[in-house]
């Protein structure tokens, strides 16, 4: 926990909690699992951490990619293979239609059994693994925030809350208003209930996943941050603050996935 000093804070008081969500969201995921098959996209971060998990545990991983093969792979597709991970592509045509019966059942047919887990890992059991992190963090708080890409790490902080608290979802996709719907499905799948301790921030996505703008490319690079949900999460935040969204005195925990550090001296006024 990093508390953040920046002047536009005011009296309320902002920590990061640097955690990687892709362990949580898989640790339920692949009990008693020998082969999973999962998607991603050429830069996949859940691509890099499930093989990583399959040559933890001994599993084997099949990596289901976006578009074309290029070779030499990126270094995210080589660690992945790196790791023991076969690679197979879909064209993008068919990667949209990828939850599809026809799409799923001509991977079934070509891998055999395998234990197919969505592009991002959102599931019940990801759910149950995000839900871990709220009653770990020690210090007080009263909101927490989070980026968004698929909505199983802001479904589980949020059934994780204590009461009184809540959570604040930050997209990182245009057009996601859908996010809404899959946040309460995933938590109808892990808890038969939609808690109303939760809402999604759709305003900060600046032109979509992987799209960024040179004021949040300056903002990221001043403070160290990534680009693609960290620094859009912490724009938003501040920019709620900035606002007014957030009484004084409140206390703000944001999530740092997938970022092990910030270094705090670059927030300081």
């Not at 990126?74 to 799409?103: F, H, I, W």
Request: charged share 25%; aromatic share 8%; net charge positive.
């Amino acid at each position: 926990m990093q508390e953040l000093a920046d002047p536009c804070l005011g009296w309320v008081r902002l920590w990061l909690k640097a955690d990687d969500n892709k362990p949580r969201k898989l640790r339920h995921s692949l009990d008693g699992v020998r082969r999973v098959l999962t998607f991603g996209g050429a830069y996949s971060n859940h691509i890099r951490a499930v093989a990583a998990a399959g040559r933890e545990r001994d599993i084997e991983t099949i990596g289901v990619i976006r578009g074309e093969e290029h070779l030499p792979l990126n270094p995210s597709l080589a660690y992945a293979a790196a790791c023991g991970m076969r690679l197979t592509y879909l064209d993008r045509a068919a990667y949209r239609r990828k939850d599809t019966p026809e799409v799923l059942d001509r991977l079934r047919e070509r891998w055999g059994a395998v234990t197919i887990l969505p592009e991002g890992g959102s599931n019940a059991a990801a759910v149950r693994g995000c839900a871990e992190l709220p009653g770990e963090i020690a210090q007080p708080y009263d909101v927490i925030c989070c980026p968004v890409g698929t909505g199983g790490t802001l479904a589980g902080l949020s059934a994780g809350l204590a009461e009184g608290r809540r959570a604040i979802g930050f997209a990182v996709l245009k057009g996601a208003g859908f996010l809404e719907g899959e946040v309460a499905r995933l938590q109808r799948e892990a808890y038969g209930r939609v808690l109303d301790n939760w809402e999604l921030q759709l305003g900060y996505h600046f032109g979509g996943y992987a799209r960024t703008t040179p004021a949040l490319r300056a903002f990221a690079d001043e403070r160290g941050l990534e680009r693609i949900y960290v620094a859009k999460m912490l724009w938003g935040v501040l920019d709620l603050v900035r606002q007014g969204a957030f009484a004084p005195g409140t206390r703000i925990v944001a999530v740092v996935t997938g970022q092990p550090s910030i270094p705090v001296a670059s927030w300081a006024a």
